[in-house]
């Protein structure tokens, strides 16, 4: 990975002229600024308590970050001066090479660390002398209960550190023909003996399926063998330990804490001496009575960072929340408790403050978790970019994953434009480009990519969708209405293009070459020009500058400007315009109005596709199935999934980066899905779907071009087939 020396430049490109302080704080007068992450609930922890603290004598005032990178993003440009982070959050700045300092753990329960995992085993699996052998050994066959997977905020360990244990006792599989998730699974099952691994191995739940199906072993322990999900009694912490009490499996690892709870509270279920704690050098220790187990694995607090420069005032303020001991509920001292999450407990202060590297040396295991070795050759998922700030949120996003153990990596190359990013991924330098629906018939027929995933919304009108407008005062008023007018695409060949006449061809009957010959007094579609000599075909567009002006806002000018009669346009589009949110000087007050498709009263366009979608070579399934993968954990970690979610996020892949909207991926997007989607609520009830239709209907091709208005003279007829999308 090119992580560290990537982020560097990265991070000097975003620099910003950092506000020079008065006092130590980067705040007006000195103060200091807290990064606030608002939750995505409806509880608004930052704009209840922020003006609480700023109006008061805090010496402290927020600042709202889009996501907790964001805010490490900004403490490094010195734009803010502390926040709160997960132990996470430290490994990323490590390979940002973010100079900052931990000042305190915030320390949610009154214990050391939020995690210590042990491992706990029934004492039929030691050896039968009082000889020490390997914990490979001592588990070799044994019967495991795994703590669960899937994501959910009551599981204790990330994928990195449910990976790191499971390699601590497993021999790394690396077969080239297998992907990485199917590797890991093989691992375990070589491993183990009929054991519960029960959740989602893989988000894709068919893929899920044949995944589980190979492997059953894997699943023959769980309570449900067919299901082996996340409903299952022997599923997450507390079901991992009934698992092993009901003698299901014979080792699980736990959390500390919660064996002690659960063996205290149950002695008369289980016999505790039954059980011992297996340490990671293969000796044992008794459970009752033992406070202080062998651990396998730590996980810290969340932690109170500050900007080097500021850390020592920040010290100072959080030792200011208490008053002799106690936590302050009200005024400022409460305000700024509730924002940094500490649910009422009281910051834990370092002295002194400590680097984030040797503060994570103390957690035992922690730090090594993510510094494991891959397999070779390492595997990546090039996504390709076309803007510097494409790039730069492709590689925190790449930083994230790898934080939380999404395998392969993701590795970011820029390109100038979406178009060489389509043909690099055509010819294998990167393997996945997100482009708009005006790409999926090319994509397929040019080039033999397909979209394996889509950027969906069930908020229908927010995906993408081609209406037909007219002016107010003009006497059209159904489609047929348009027969002999002036017609104004974005451009050649894309979405509006392709749903316009395959609509039109469907109602009159006929072939798209008749349809363009005989349907239209004229045809404005930028891009024609580069197949076409024909001024003709020029005739309603806008040029400026001795070029025709493409694209959505082309269309619109064409139509207000009054050189077509009708504009196929997206409703984005139109609200835009209605708004008055389109900054041109050609916008004039002239009002515009749909025609709507006639068997779809409800959303009157003429065909929607979903908002973007993920272009991949039609490479091997292993390939594939990798590539889905990896692209829908990123989704489930950093997307939208959890609605509610009241905690800080730390990486938002579906929301402005840089203040800006829509990089990399659309803010409006809910979720990435399979085609599958396309046929589940409440995609399915919606009519005239583009990605649905592509399947089955002959598509307009260049060539029918030829001849279809006056005498065109093609200067390449490009050489096309039948477009048939092979959906997933
Ligand atoms: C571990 O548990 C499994 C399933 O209950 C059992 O078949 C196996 O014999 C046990 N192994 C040992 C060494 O007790
Ligand atoms: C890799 O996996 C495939 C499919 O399971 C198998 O046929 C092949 O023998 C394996 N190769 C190695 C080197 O283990
Ligand atoms: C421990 O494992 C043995 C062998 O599988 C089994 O017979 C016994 O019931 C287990 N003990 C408990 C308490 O489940
Ligand atoms: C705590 O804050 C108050 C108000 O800002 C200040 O007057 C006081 O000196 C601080 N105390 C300590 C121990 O820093
Ligand atoms: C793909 O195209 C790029 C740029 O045109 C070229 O440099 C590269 O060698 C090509 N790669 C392959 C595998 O063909
Ligand atoms: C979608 O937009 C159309 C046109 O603006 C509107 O008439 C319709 O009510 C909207 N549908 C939904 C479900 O919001």
Redesign the pocket.
């Known amino acids: 990975m090119c992580v560290k020396m990537c982020l560097k430049v990265l991070l000097l490109f975003v620099f910003v002229s950092s506000v020079s302080p008065q006092g130590s704080g980067s705040g007006t007068d000195g103060k200091l600024r807290l990064c606030v992450v608002e939750g995505r609930g409806s509880y608004k922890r930052a704009s209840k308590y922020c003006p609480v603290l700023e109006q008061s004598d805090s010496g402290v005032e927020c600042v709202i970050g889009q996501d907790r990178l964001d805010c490490l993003r900004r403490m490094s440009k010195g734009a803010v001066d502390f926040g709160v982070f997960s132990p996470e959050d430290l490994i990323a700045t490590q390979w940002a090479d973010i100079n900052v300092l931990v000042t305190d753990e915030v320390r949610q329960r009154p214990r050391k660390y939020a995690s210590s995992i042990v491992a706990v085993i029934n004492k039929s699996l030691l050896p039968e002398l009082d000889t020490v052998s390997s914990v490979h050994s001592i588990l070799k066959r044994s019967s495991m209960c795994h703590i669960g997977l899937g994501a959910d905020e009551r599981r204790p360990l990330s994928e990195t550190l449910t990976e790191y244990l499971e390699s601590l006792v497993t021999r790394k599989?690396c077969?080239?023909?297998?992907s990485v998730a199917e590797n890991r699974i093989?691992a375990m099952a070589d491993m183990f003996g009929n054991s519960c691994r029960a959740g989602p191995w893989v988000l894709d739940a068919s893929r899920d399926a044949e995944l589980k199906a190979l492997f059953p072993s894997l699943c023959a322990a769980c309570d449900r063998p067919s299901k082996c999900d996340r409903h299952d009694r022997y599923w997450g912490p507390s079901g991992a330990l009934t698992c092993l009490v009901e003698g299901a499996g014979n080792f699980t690892w736990a959390e500390a804490d919660f064996v002690g709870g659960y063996f205290g509270s149950r002695t008369g279920v289980a016999n505790t001496e039954d059980f011992a704690y297996l340490c990671r050098d293969g000796t044992w220790q008794e459970i009752h009575e033992n406070k202080e187990p062998c651990v396998w694995l730590r996980r810290p607090w969340p932690l109170l960072v500050a900007k080097t420069k500021a850390a020592e005032e920040v010290s100072r303020l959080a030792a200011n929340l208490t008053n002799a001991g106690v936590v302050v509920s009200g005024g400022w001292r409460g305000a700024l408790t509730a924002l940094l999450e500490a649910n009422g407990a009281l910051p834990a202060p370092l002295r002194p403050p400590s680097t984030p590297l040797d503060y994570l040396a103390g957690a035992g295991g922690f730090r090594e978790a993510y510094s494991q070795a891959g397999c070779t050759p390492s595997r990546h998922i090039v996504m390709c970019t076309t803007s510097i700030l494409e790039q730069n949120k492709c590689e925190w996003l790449s930083e994230a994953g790898a934080v939380y153990g999404v395998e392969p990596a993701v590795q970011c190359l820029r390109k100038e434009d979406r178009e060489a990013c389509m043909v690099a991924v055509k010819n294998g330098t990167c393997d996945v480009t997100v482009a708009s629906g005006d790409w999926l018939v090319r994509a397929e027929r040019d080039m033999s990519l397909i979209p394996i995933l889509h950027e969906t919304t069930p908020i229908i009108n927010q995906s993408t969708t081609v209406v037909a407008y007219v002016r107010e005062d003009s006497k059209l008023f159904k489609m047929a209405d348009l027969k002999g007018t002036r017609a104004a695409f974005p451009s050649f060949d894309g979405l509006a293009w392709h749903s316009v006449l395959r609509y039109l061809a469907n109602i009159e009957k006929n072939t798209c070459k008749d349809i363009l010959k005989g349907f239209f007094k004229s045809i404005c579609a930028p891009g024609t020009e580069k197949y076409l000599t024909d001024s003709k075909w020029m005739e309603g567009c806008v040029m400026e500058e001795g070029k025709v002006v493409g694209g959505e806002w082309g269309a619109l000018r064409s139509l207000v400007e009054g050189k077509s009669d009708v504009a196929f346009l997206s409703m984005a589009t139109y609200n835009q315009y209605v708004a008055k949110q389109i900054p041109e000087p050609w916008v004039k007050d002239i009002k515009i109005k749909p025609i709507c498709a006639e068997d779809n009263e409800n959303y009157c366009f003429l065909s929607w596709s979903n908002i973007g979608h993920v272009f991949a070579k039609k490479t091997t399934i292993m390939r594939r199935q990798e590539i889905v993968n990896v692209m829908t954990k990123l989704d489930q970690l950093f997307g939208k999934h959890n609605p509610n979610q009241a905690s800080a996020v730390m990486f938002s892949l579906y929301g402005p980066y840089n203040h800006q909207n829509n990089i990399l991926f659309h803010d409006n997007t809910k979720a990435l899905s399979t085609s599958d989607v396309l046929r589940t609520h409440p995609f399915d009830k919606v009519p005239l779907n583009f990605e649905r239709s592509l399947k089955d209907v002959d598509s307009c091709h260049v060539s029918d071009l030829t001849g279809a208005v006056g005498n065109v003279v093609p200067k390449l007829v490009l050489i096309v087939s039948m477009v048939s999308v092979l959906f997933l």
Not at 175 to 178: D, I, M, P, S
């Open positions: 599989s077969n080239e023909t297998l093989k």
